[in-house]
């Protein structure tokens, strides 16, 4: 019986153990290895364009990562100075008025799709001056005079679109389209065509 006993004894307990600290290890090493993966994944993404920090969660969890470590690379490439949503959004903010000639509703309406949270969008939007109707009236006057082969009433319904589109509200987009045709001397001095504003 003791001889039967001591081969298994010894046996057993070192069984037991190596599988459990090999897969231990082995699902330490997996996991270091997602992340590694997941980062430079992350890294890629950010070289082509700045993410916001909801954006680089999104690429983090397409490679299976835990909860936990997606909150840890984040917070790693928040401290770098990699992810920031309130550079992204002012950056975004400026972009959109300089490029694009975005009103307030449509650079909240681009800057919300990217993920960014309502404050940070407020603080980027609050560092706008109040000049939407002079915006306005710049980018009307840009595409008056591409208009002018149209009737009036057609011409000023797709000026006042096309400001609604960037975000400017109804009566800013309707007071610049009408000004920008009017400066624009829409229809000739011959067809007695005004635009007045009814305000």
């Not at 603080?123 to 710049?138: F, K, M, N, T």
């Not at 009433?153 to 920008?180: E, F, H, I, P, W």
């Not at 007695?192 to 009814?198: A, K």
């Amino acid at each position: 019986m003791a001889s039967e006993r001591s081969p298994s004894a010894p046996a057993t307990p070192r069984l037991r153990a190596l599988p459990d600290t090999g897969t231990e290890t082995a699902d330490v090493d997996a996991a270091d290895d997602r992340r590694a993966t997941a980062e430079e994944a992350l890294v890629r993404k950010l070289r082509a364009r700045s993410l916001s920090v909801s954006e680089a969660r999104t690429v983090l969890r397409g490679h299976e990562l835990d909860a936990g470590a997606v909150d840890d690379v984040i917070d790693d490439f928040c401290r770098r100075g990699y992810l920031d949503d309130d550079a992204l959004a002012s950056a975004l903010v400026t972009s959109g008025v300089e490029r694009k000639g975005q009103g307030r509703v449509a650079l909240s309406r681009s800057l919300s799709q990217r993920g960014i949270p309502r404050e940070v969008i407020d603080r980027a939007l609050d560092e706008l001056p109040d000049d939407d109707d002079e915006r306005a009236l710049d980018f009307a006057r840009t595409k008056a005079r591409s208009l002018s082969r149209l009737d009036p009433d057609t011409a000023l319904r797709r000026l006042v679109g096309q400001l609604a589109r960037r975000g400017y509200n109804g009566a800013v987009a309707m007071k610049a389209a009408k000004t920008a045709l009017r400066e624009t001397t829409f229809g000739s001095t011959t067809s007695g065509v005004r635009f007045v504003d009814s305000d």
